[in-house]
Each structure stands twice: as structure tokens, then as C-alpha cells.
């Protein structure tokens, strides 16, 4: 398939949604304030929290996500015979990076490669070239990308140099002590599940996730006989909370409806516990790009049965396109 003709992304409708927002007013919105939060969590990680990367890091992962994101628009505009819409004004370049932002601080805060910052160049330019290379039709004209960007820049990263690394957890709160190693991850996921509720509106997907990874400890710890607690454990980790209310949630990879919602969250659960069965780790990262795989070759299953009933877990989607 013609990669060029994959790049064009519609508009979102402009109907109001819930709450008396357009979906595109909530998009910006809950793009505005996930870029903000997470680039005050790398300021406060780089100036005083102990992130271990160095300062490096962050710059050389936001400039591969930008370029990357502004290359494959201009090739879609040039396709098109159009001015790229970043082109429009400031403000336009502006709203227009707020993906490739997050995307970029995300893989540039989670990867540890040492001084081997070309690798997390790669991630992020990955990453942002996956939404334009893999993407879903919803119909309508609307199509939407098949992975979380920042999560498949890192889990392909992963498989590809087995020699780079997850950040140490600890590099989270490594300076924090008495109250504030509870008031930070409080902030944290107080924020998450307002922005979560009001604008993406995942908080379904959220609560099924979090119910189907104690459900899997639990069966974990009884099949295997091992303590409940260290199965547990991951969950009071901030890798996790960051997980739970910035990558999963992520509106463009995860279905609208709610029940589509849970059939998700609990799949992410299900990929993760029976990859800590194999004993491979990294387990977050790998479980939501096979949730994701697994949710894009069901809408490929589901047009290959026409006339087939629409199914309480099916995804919100009607093809898949491959560049």
C-alpha cells in the first residue's frame, strides 16, 4: 500500500461529544494538559526527583519525535497537493506536536541506553513513524493508528538491542522522602483520572485494567504457589501508575465503547500475566502492543465473516492498513 496515501488523517467530526466538548476539543485539550504534565515530571525528574538519564537524553529523543512527525506530514501534504496544516500558524505548529511531545519525553523518560542516545533517537522516530505506517479505518473517514507510539518505540527497541533497559524504578522518588513518597504518585494519578474522565474518557478501560491485574496475581499466586504480595507488587511502583494513566488510556489506540473499553483493559492483563508465566520481562510494554495486535487482527477476523453480529468486545474498527 502507498505509504504517502497513509498519512492522511481527517479531522474529527465536529458534533459535540459529552460534557458539551467536540471530540476535537477534547483531543487538544487532553493532548495540552498530558504534554504539560509530563513535561513537568521530567523537569522535576532531571532537576531534583534522580532520573538517571542525562540531559541529553530528553533533547536528542524530542527532536527525532519532531522530525519524524513534520517529515511524515509534509510527504502526506505534498501527496495532496496541500499545505501542511502545521504551516497554517504558530499556534497550529504548536497543537500539531503535542502527540510527537509526549510521545518523545515518554520514550526519552523510560529508556535507559546509557550514552547510547542514537538508540533512543531510534525509539522516538520509530514510534511516530508507526502512527502513520500502521493505522485502523473507523469508518467515516476517520482512521486511527493501531499502537501507542511511545509504548511500541520502546517495546520494539527492547526486542531489537536486548542490551538497553527499562529506567530504574527508583529513579522516580529516589529523593523523596517521609510525605512525599506518597504525595507525588497521589498528584499523579489525581491528574490522570481527571484528565482520563473528562477528556479521553477511558476511566472504564482504566478500571478494568487495574481489576485484571490483580485478577491475574491472584491466579498467578495460587497456580504457583508464591506470595500474592510480590505479584501485587508492581502495582505501588510509579512505572505503573504512569502506565495505567498515560499509555494505556491513550484515546487513538483503545476502543470508544465501554464494554470495548473493558474487553481491552482486561486483555492487557491477560497478555501481561501470561507473559510473567514465560518469565519475560518488560512485561507492561509487550502486553499493550499484544493487546493492540490482537485487537487489529480481530477487525481483519471480523472482515473475513460477513454478516457476522457485532460483539459486546469487538474493537471500533472497520479495517486495517499497513504502509
Known amino acids: 500500500m502507498n505509504v504517502a496515501a497513509n498519512l492522511r488523517v481527517p479531522r474529527e467530526p465536529a458534533a459535540a461529544a459529552a460534557g458539551g466538548l467536540t471530540p476535537l ?3 487538544e485539550g487532553g493532548l495540552m494538559r498530558f504534554a504539560v504534565a509530563i513535561t513537568v515530571l521530567n523537569l522535576l525528574g532531571h532537576l531534583w526527583l534522580g532520573f538517571e538519564q542525562s540531559w541529553a537524553t530528553p533533547f536528542v529523543s524530542l527532536a527525532a519525535a519532531y522530525a519524524t512527525e513534520l517529515a511524515c506530514a509534509s510527504a502526506a ?3 495532496d497537493g496541500r499545505r501542511p496544516r502545521f504551516a497554517e500558524s504558530f499556534g497550529a505548529l504548536v497543537r500539531f506536536l503535542l502527540s510527537a511531545h ?3 519525553l515518554a520514550v526519552g523518560m523510560l529508556l535507559y541506553a546509557a550514552e547510547q542516545l542514537w538508540v533512543v533517537a531510534f525509539a522516538s522516530g520509530f514510534a511516530i513513524a508507526s502512527k502513520h ?3 485502523m479505518d473507523l469508518g467515516g473517514g476517520l482512521i486511527r493508528h493501531v499502537y501507542n507510539p511511545s509504548n511500541i518505540g520502546i517495546a520494539v527497541t527492547l526486542v531489537l538491542f536486548p542490551w538497553v533497559g527499562i529506567a530504574p524504578p527508583y529513579q522516580f522518588a529516589e529523593n523523596l522522602f517521609g510525605a512525599l513518597d506518597w504525595l507525588l504518585p497521589l498528584v499523579v494519578v489525581t491528574t490522570g483520572t481527571l484528565i482520563n474522565r473528562k477528556f479521553t474518557q477511558r ?3 482504566i ?6 491485574f490483580a485478577a491475574q496475581a491472584i491466579m498467578r499466586s495460587l497456580v504457583n504457589e508464591t506470595p500474592l504480595l510480590a505479584g501485587l507488587a508492581p502495582m505501588t511502583g510509579f512505572a505503573f501508575i504512569l502506565f ?3 499509555m494505556i488510556t491513550d484515546p487513538a489506540t483503545t476502543p470508544e465503547g465501554k464494554r470495548a473499553q473493558l474487553c481491552f483493559g482486561l486483555s492487557v492483563a491477560l497478555a501481561y500475566g501470561l507473559l510473567m508465566e514465560f518469565h519475560i520481562v518488560f512485561g507492561l510494554f509487550f502486553a499493550l502492543a499484544l493487546a493492540s495486535t490482537l485487537r487489529a487482527a480481530t477487525v481483519l477476523l471480523r472482515r473475513g465473516l460477513p454478516g ?3 460483539a459486546a468486545c469487538s474493537p471500533d474498527v472497520a479495517t486495517v492498513h499497513v504502509g
Open 25 to 27: 476539543q477534547r483531543r
Open 207 to 212: 478500571g478494568a485494567w487495574l481489576g485484571g
Open 102 to 104: 509526549i510521545t518523545g
Open 203 to 205: 476511566l472504564p478501560l
Open 244 to 246: 495505567t494513566f498515560y
Open 308 to 310: 457476522t453480529a457485532r
Open 77 to 79: 501534504a505534498a501527496a
Open 133 to 135: 505506517l500502521i493505522r
